[in-house]
């Protein structure tokens, strides 16, 4: 069954340090998110990406923050200089097509950030 | 704005009996959509179940039920016959008929199912 995958599954690093996590999304499908969950707390929306251009992002998603999609697989979320807190759990998510919101966003296992 | 409301935080159960997470969501939208998704301690978000707003009727799937009741903002979901590997953070969640059609996620409910 197609899964939604991300790597690292854990990364360390230290404030101010740029981080990339990555996300190989379902293959056909056509929508990209990113979201993350400081731990305890509930999921929060960070973007979402659909035909190579980011099509809503929150108020959590500034200027420290990025999206690509570098090519036909990989999704990408960058962040240029973390901070303290960042640290979270960050999960990126893929849907099928624009036909019908009804369906469902599959989630990747998620990238654990610590920010040190 | 909307929102998504999960008044339960934690609820613990015995293992065989039923157990019903409630959720009450806002939202000025006309077509929505609301979903349950489970997050066990090993931290995935699994897809359960999902409604859009036209369409009320309620469904059972195995041991999963949902009510979705429009005119009080409630979707809520139950477990029959609870199970100890059904213990897990359960999260509500709302997405708009608008554009790209993110989720808006409730505070989720911790169920814990002892044996």
């Known amino acids: 069954e197609p899964e939604v995958t991300q790597t690292p599954s854990h990364q360390v690093t230290q404030m101010g340090q740029e981080v990339i996590l990555r996300c190989v999304p379902i293959?056909?499908?056509?929508?990209f998110y990113w979201y993350r969950q400081i731990l305890g707390q509930k999921v929060e929306f960070l973007v979402s990406f659909y035909n190579n251009e980011i099509s809503e992002k929150s108020e959590i998603f500034d200027d420290q923050f990025s999206v690509e999609r570098p090519d036909g697989s990989n999704f990408t979320l960058k962040i240029r200089s973390t901070k303290l807190e960042d640290s979270a759990m960050y999960f990126c998510a893929s849907s099928v097509t624009t036909a019908s919101p009804y369906n469902e966003q599959f989630f990747g296992p998620g990238t654990r950030l610590t920010v040190l | 704005a909307q929102k998504v409301t999960q008044a339960q935080t934690e609820i613990s159960v015995v293992e065989k009996e039923d157990v019903t997470l409630d959720c009450v969501y806002e939202?000025?939208?006309?077509?929505?959509?609301l979903f349950w998704y489970k997050q066990p301690p090993s931290g995935e978000l699994v897809f359960l179940i999902r409604?859009?707003?036209?369409?009320?009727q309620n469904e059972i799937s195995g041991r999963y039920s949902w009510n979705f009741q429009k005119s009080t903002s409630s979707f809520n979901f139950t477990i029959t016959a609870s199970q100890v590997v059904d213990s897990a953070v359960y999260f509500c969640a709302l997405s708009d008929g608008g554009s790209n059609y993110k989720l808006t996620f409730g505070k989720g409910t911790l169920l814990t199912v002892n044996p």
């Open positions: 409604r859009n707003s036209f369409d009320e």
């Open positions: 293959s056909n499908h056509l929508y």
């Open positions: 939202t000025r939208d006309t077509t929505y959509y």
